[in-house]
Each structure stands twice: as structure tokens, then as C-alpha cells.
């Protein structure tokens, strides 16, 4: 049963940061450098989202470092 959480959990996880850095990526993109950036920056936030899903403790502590 843990087994099966822990899983779901990181499928959510590696969900919400393709998606994530898939859409900051676009939408810096198109309002920076029209829709040709849109479609570059957002590659470019997929391939992130993509390492931050791969890595969530990397991610995490990245995304904290600068708050504390």
C-alpha cells in the first residue's frame, strides 16, 4: 500500500512539474519574444520540468535556498 502511494505521489509530482515549467516557459516566451519564444521557451521549460521531476530533492532544495 505504501508502495502504491509512494507512486502515485511521484506521478503527480513529475506531472505538475512538466506542466509547470512547460507553462512559465511559454508564457515568458510569448510575452518576451512572440510566439516563435513561446515555442522555444517552452521546450526549454519542458526539458527543466523534466529534471525537476527526475530529481525533486535537487528541485526542491533549489527552489528553497532562496527563501531561507
Known amino acids: 500500500m505504501l508502495k502504491t502511494i509512494k ?6 509530482w513529475a506531472g505538475f512539474m512538466l506542466i509547470l515549467g512547460t507553462a512559465v516557459g511559454v508564457s515568458y516566451g510569448f510575452n518576451r519574444y512572440g510566439t516563435a519564444g513561446a515555442f522555444v521557451l517552452g521546450f526549454v521549460g519542458l526539458c527543466l520540468g ?19
Open 7 to 12: 507512486i502515485v505521489i511521484q506521478v503527480i
Open 50 to 68: 523534466a529534471l525537476a521531476a527526475l530529481w525533486p530533492e535537487m528541485a526542491l532544495d533549489i527552489l528553497f535556498s532562496g527563501i531561507w
